[in-house]
C-alpha cells in the first residue's frame, strides 16, 4: 500500500501561484507515476500533470502547460506541483495520485481545496 498526503492549496487571486506537495509513504519503491487531477464543481475529473518517479519524465494537460510544473523529490518521496498564472477555471479540488505501473493510478489522496478568484 502506498499512502499519499496533499498540502498546499488555499485561496489565491487571479494571476497569483500555489505551489502543491503530495507526501507519499509505505511501499513507495512499487510507484512509478506520480500524477495530478483535479475535479471542478459539476465536471468530471481531469488529469493535470504526471511524472514518472524513477526517469522524471512529465506529462501536461494542454489548459496548464506553460504554466504548472510537477517535479519530484525522491529523496522525500514528494511531488510538487507549482501553479503559476492561476486563473479562475483552475479552481478545483485537487488531488494526487500513485501508480505502480503502466495500467493507472491505484492510490489517491484526499485532495485539497485550490480556489482562484476573478
Known amino acids: 500500500q502506498v499512502q499519499l498526503v496533499e498540502s498546499g492549496g488555499g485561496l489565491v487571486q487571479a494571476g497569483g501561484s500555489l505551489r502543491l506537495s503530495c507526501a507519499a509513504s509505505g511501499r513507495t519503491f512499487s510507484i512509478y507515476v506520480m500524477g495530478w487531477f483535479r475535479q471542478a464543481p459539476g465536471k468530471e475529473r481531469e488529469s493535470v500533470a504526471a511524472i514518472t518517479w524513477s526517469g522524471g519524465s512529465t506529462n501536461y494537460a494542454d489548459s496548464v502547460k506553460g504554466r504548472f510544473t510537477i517535479s519530484r523529490d525522491n529523496a522525500k518521496n514528494t511531488v510538487i506541483l507549482q501553479m503559476n498564472s492561476l486563473e479562475p477555471e483552475d479552481t478545483a479540488v485537487y488531488y494526487c495520485?500513485?501508480?505502480?505501473?503502466?495500467?493507472?493510478?491505484?492510490?489517491w489522496g484526499r485532495g485539497t481545496q485550490d480556489t482562484v478568484t476573478s
Open positions: 495520485a500513485a501508480g505502480t505501473n503502466v495500467a493507472g493510478y491505484q492510490y
